[in-house]
């Protein structure tokens, strides 16, 4: 895809991986659009944009399946449509309760549901576009202290796996899909993580490149960093004994036990 001219919608989009991705878009010579809850942190992040080329900014709670259309119809047709809105509430799966874990479930799976639903629809008219779905290499593999949200991330690779396989069986190969799975990435979201061995911290801007990088490129996978790229094949060839080792080695099992971050992505 050429980027240049088209349209982007960012959810989430206030900060972290969002603004970062949004800034590359622009700096590629698209339109965005940006979409968050927080109106305050919208502004600023619209001003900041701005002078790098068009932005428009509304507050959307991603959740609200009747206020996605509405601000859908408002934004008119999207060429790219970058899911990046997250949470994660840490903690046992015992002790998140009712709330956490609906909320968790609501912004991470239904909200990327939602606006696909919203925006889908008018790509596959014009035999063009792309959807991002930011999931996770918790949505990969289970991580301790945090059941709802890998549950969460799982569920957003099974959905982009199962709408790339319907485009492609409908023939409607001009509309793709781009799933992203990071470690933990430094946006505040995952403060007090102890990340595990061999997967540092990821900075937003860099792995804001490499999702812009495959949406350009028609990728299915950003799995970042390497490591990531080989929890597929540690699943698939070795048995749940061996995996759990090396869970254990790398301190995978132990990095949320310190979390500490915000619950908005």
Do not use: Q
Not at 193 to 203: F, G
Not at 219 to 244: H, Q, S, Y
């Amino acid at each position: 895809m050429d980027i240049k001219g088209r349209v982007v919608l960012v959810t989430g989009g206030a900060s972290g991986i969002g603004k970062a991705a949004a800034a590359l878009f622009l700096k590629a010579g698209a339109k965005v659009a940006l979409w968050d809850r927080d109106p305050a942190s919208l502004e600023s992040a619209a001003r900041e944009l701005s002078p790098l080329g068009p932005v428009t900014a509304r507050a959307v709670d991603v959740s609200d399946r009747a206020a996605v259309f509405l601000a859908a119809a408002e934004t008119g047709p999207v060429d790219v449509l970058d899911n990046n809105a997250g949470i994660v509430h840490g903690g046992d799966f015992l002790s998140a309760g009712e709330e956490s874990v609906r909320r968790t479930f609501e912004v991470n799976v239904l909200g990327p549901m939602w606006c696909t639903a919203a925006f889908l629809p008018g790509m596959i008219e014009r035999g063009s576009g792309r959807v991002v779905l930011m999931a996770s290499a918790a949505g990969l593999l289970g991580v301790p202290g945090m059941a709802a949200y890998s549950a969460s991330k799982h569920a957003v690779i099974g959905f982009g796996e199962s709408l790339r396989l319907e485009l492609r069986k409908s023939g409607r190969m001009g509309v793709g899909v781009t799933i992203v799975c990071p470690s933990f990435v430094k946006t505040g979201m995952f403060e007090g993580v102890k990340p595990p061995l061999l997967t540092p911290w990821l900075d937003p801007a860099d792995l804001a490149v490499k999702v812009v990088d495959a949406v350009a490129r028609d990728r299915l996978w950003v799995r970042e960093p390497f490591m990531v790229k080989l929890v597929p094949a540690l699943k698939g060839l070795t048995c749940p004994g061996i995996t759990d080792w090396v869970g254990d080695l790398l301190g995978m099992h132990r990095a949320m036990e310190e979390w500490t971050g915000r619950r908005k992505g």
